[in-house]
C-alpha cells in the first residue's frame, strides 16, 4: 500500500506516481477538494481517496479501480474509459461525461448532465441524478435508482436509461419503452456488479424515440 | 470566472472566527478570480449607532480624520471612524441621505462602498492573498460575509468594477454569470426608484432584491420572484442585516457547492473554498438544486 499526502505533496506529484505504476494500492488522503486528482490511469491499480475531491476526479479512467469516501465535484470521471470509480458522496454535475466504457457507481445524488453524451460506459446512481441527465448519450447504459430531473434522455441516441422513481418531464425525442426479460437481466446484472442493492422490477426503461436522427440508414448512399 | 464565497454563523459564539475563515474561503478563489477581491462583512462595530458607511479613496494620503471634523461640524454630531487601506468606517447619528448629498458635493475623491447599521464592504484591484494582508482581514468578527474574487472579462481591473456591489441599506449581493435582461430590469427599478452606481448586471440583480425587500417581501420571497423575472446565467450569495441565501437559476451551470454544520452555513464556487474550515467533518456538504432558494436567519 503506498499512502500519499494531498496536504504535502502535489496533485501532479500524485499523478505520475499512478501513472508509473503497474499495479498496486494506493491510499490518498487530504484531497481537500482539489482537482485532476487520479486523473489519466491506465494500469489495474487500486486507489481509494479519503476525503471530498474537486474537479475531474478520475478523469480518463483506465483499468484503475477508484474509490472516493467522500463527495466530488464537476466531471467525476469524465472520459471513462474502462475500470471502476464509485463515489461514496454525492457528485456534481457531468458525472461520467462522454464514458467509453467502464463503471460508474454513485452511491449519493448526482446533479444535473450525468452521463452528459455517454458512449458506452455504464453509470449506476444510488440515489437521484439532476435536469439533462443523459442529454445526447449514445450508448451504453444509465441507471437511476432515486429520481430523474427534467428533460431527462434529450435528444438521446441509443443509450438506455432504466429510473426507478419519478421522471420528470422527458427531453426530446426521449420514450418509455418497453421493459423485455432481457433488459431486466442486464440491470439485474449491472446492479450487481455496481453493489447495489435494488429491485429490478421497480425500474422503468427509457431510450430514444429515433425521430431526431439526422442519419438514416436508408439512406446511407446520400451522405 | 468568478468565485464566489459566503459564511453564516448559526451559531453566533464562533463571531471572532470569521476573519480566519472568510481569509482562507477567499484566497482559495485565487485561481477563479486573480484579478480584485471584495468581501461584504456584516458585524456591529463597539460603540457605533446609527448609519455605518465604508468610504473609499484612491489618494493613499486621504486626511480622514479631517473628514471627520469636517462631518462633526456639519451634522454636529462626533463620528466614529475606522481607517483600514483604502478604506474607512464612518459611523454616524447623520441622517443618511443628507450625509451622502453632503459627501458627493464636498468629497469627491471618495466613493461610498455600503451604508447600514452592520455591512461593511471592502474590495480592490490585486490578489486575493494581497487582499486579505492589505485589509488585514484576518481580524474580523462578525455574524456572516461574503466574499468575491474576480476575473475581469468585460471591463476594467479598477476598484470600481471590483465586486460585491452594495444597493440599499445592509443588502449585498455577490454573483457568479451574467444577466441577460439586466437593462431593461434596471430601466424598469430606476423607475420605482432605486439608484444604481454603475452599468453592471450584478448591481441590477442587487437593486432588484432591494426593491422587493422595500415592498415588504422576505428575503426568502424576492429570491422566489427572481427565479422568474431575472433571465440569464447566476449562482447568488445573498447577505441582509440578519439573513443570508443562495439561489442558482434554473440552468445551474454556474457552480456552487455548500456545506453546513450546527456552527456554521458555507457556500462557495468551489468545495476547496470550504475544505479548510474548522469543523467541516461534521459538515453536510451538498450542490444546491437549480431554482431553489436556500436561507438562513432572515423569517
Given at each position: 500500500m503506498t499512502e500519499f499526502d494531498l496536504s504535502r505533496d502535489s496533485v501532479r506529484a500524485l499523478n505520475q506516481g499512478l501513472h508509473d505504476s503497474a499495479e498496486g494500492r494506493w491510499l490518498v488522503s487530504h484531497p481537500d477538494g482539489r482537482h485532476c486528482i487520479a486523473v489519466g490511469l491506465d494500469a489495474p491499480v487500486d486507489v481509494a481517496i479519503k476525503g471530498h475531491v474537486g474537479y475531474?476526479?478520475?478523469?480518463?479512467?483506465?483499468?484503475a479501480n477508484i474509490t472516493i469516501d467522500g463527495s466530488a465535484g464537476p466531471?467525476?470521471?469524465?472520459?471513462?474509459?474502462?475500470g471502476t470509480v464509485r463515489v461514496l458522496g454525492n457528485v456534481s454535475h457531468?458525472?461520467?461525461?462522454?464514458?467509453?466504457?467502464g463503471l460508474l457507481v454513485v452511491e449519493g445524488d448526482a446533479s444535473a448532465?450525468?452521463?452528459?453524451?455517454?458512449?458506452g460506459s455504464d453509470i449506476v446512481v444510488a440515489g437521484s441524478v439532476g435536469h439533462m441527465s443523459a442529454f445526447m448519450a449514445q450508448t451504453g447504459r444509465l441507471v437511476v435508482c432515486g429520481d430523474a430531473g427534467d428533460h431527462l434522455g434529450d435528444s438521446i441516441y441509443e443509450a438506455v436509461i432504466y429510473v426507478a422513481g419519478r421522471v420528470g418531464e422527458l427531453g426530446a425525442d426521449c420514450v418509455e419503452k418497453e421493459m423485455t426479460p432481457e433488459h431486466r437481466q442486464g440491470l439485474a446484472d449491472l446492479l450487481s456488479a455496481a453493489g447495489v442493492e435494488a429491485d429490478p422490477d421497480s425500474f422503468r426503461r427509457y431510450g430514444s424515440a429515433r425521430k431526431l436522427y439526422n442519419f438514416n440508414i436508408d439512406h446511407a448512399s446520400d451522405y | 470566472m468568478c468565485g464566489i464565497v459566503g459564511i453564516y454563523y448559526k451559531?453566533?459564539?464562533?463571531?471572532?472566527?470569521l476573519g480566519a475563515m472568510l481569509s482562507s474561503m477567499l484566497v482559495q478563489m485565487s485561481e477563479r478570480g486573480p484579478d480584485s477581491a471584495g468581501v461584504a462583512v456584516y458585524r456591529d462595530s463597539p460603540g457605533s449607532s446609527g448609519t455605518k458607511l465604508t468610504l473609499h479613496c484612491a489618494e493613499p494620503d486621504y486626511d480622514w480624520a479631517g473628514l471627520c471634523s469636517s462631518l462633526g461640524r456639519e451634522f454636529n454630531t462626533d463620528p466614529g471612524i475606522e481607517v483600514r487601506a483604502s478604506h474607512a468606517v464612518v459611523s454616524t447619528i447623520a441622517p443618511l441621505q443628507e450625509l451622502r448629498s453632503w459627501l458627493s458635493r464636498n468629497c469627491p475623491d471618495l466613493r461610498v462602498m455600503s451604508a447600514g447599521s452592520t455591512i461593511e464592504i471592502y474590495k480592490e484591484a490585486g490578489a486575493p492573498r494581497d487582499f486579505v494582508e492589505r485589509f488585514q482581514l484576518q481580524d474580523f468578527q462578525g455574524s456572516h460575509a461574503l466574499g468575491h474574487t474576480r476575473m475581469a472579462t468585460e471591463s476594467a481591473i479598477t476598484t470600481q468594477h471590483s465586486h460585491p456591489f452594495s444597493t440599499g441599506q445592509d443588502l449585498c449581493l455577490v454573483h457568479n454569470g451574467s444577466l441577460s435582461n439586466h437593462n431593461r430590469l434596471r430601466e424598469r427599478l430606476q423607475g420605482e426608484g432605486i439608484e444604481f452606481q454603475t452599468d453592471n448586471d450584478s448591481e441590477v440583480a442587487a437593486g432588484y432584491l432591494m426593491w422587493q425587500l422595500h415592498q415588504g417581501a422576505t428575503l426568502e420571497q424576492a429570491l422566489t420572484r427572481a427565479i422568474s423575472d431575472l433571465d440569464g446565467f447566476f449562482t447568488f450569495a445573498v447577505g441582509t442585516h440578519n439573513g443570508f441565501a443562495v439561489l442558482r437559476d434554473p440552468i445551474a451551470c454556474k457552480p456552487a457547492v455548500m456545506a453546513e454544520n450546527d456552527d456554521w452555513v458555507a457556500m462557495a464556487s468551489e468545495f476547496r473554498a470550504i475544505?479548510?474550515?474548522?469543523g467541516v467533518e461534521h459538515a453536510t456538504v451538498w450542490e444546491p438544486a437549480p431554482a431553489t432558494v436556500y436561507s438562513w436567519g432572515e423569517g
Open positions: 475531474y476526479c478520475a478523469g480518463m479512467n483506465k483499468r466531471g467525476v470521471a469524465e472520459n471513462i474509459m474502462s457531468c458525472a461520467g461525461a462522454s464514458g467509453h466504457g448532465r450525468c452521463g452528459i453524451s455517454m458512449k | 451559531n453566533k459564539e464562533l463571531n471572532n472566527h475544505a479548510q474550515l474548522p
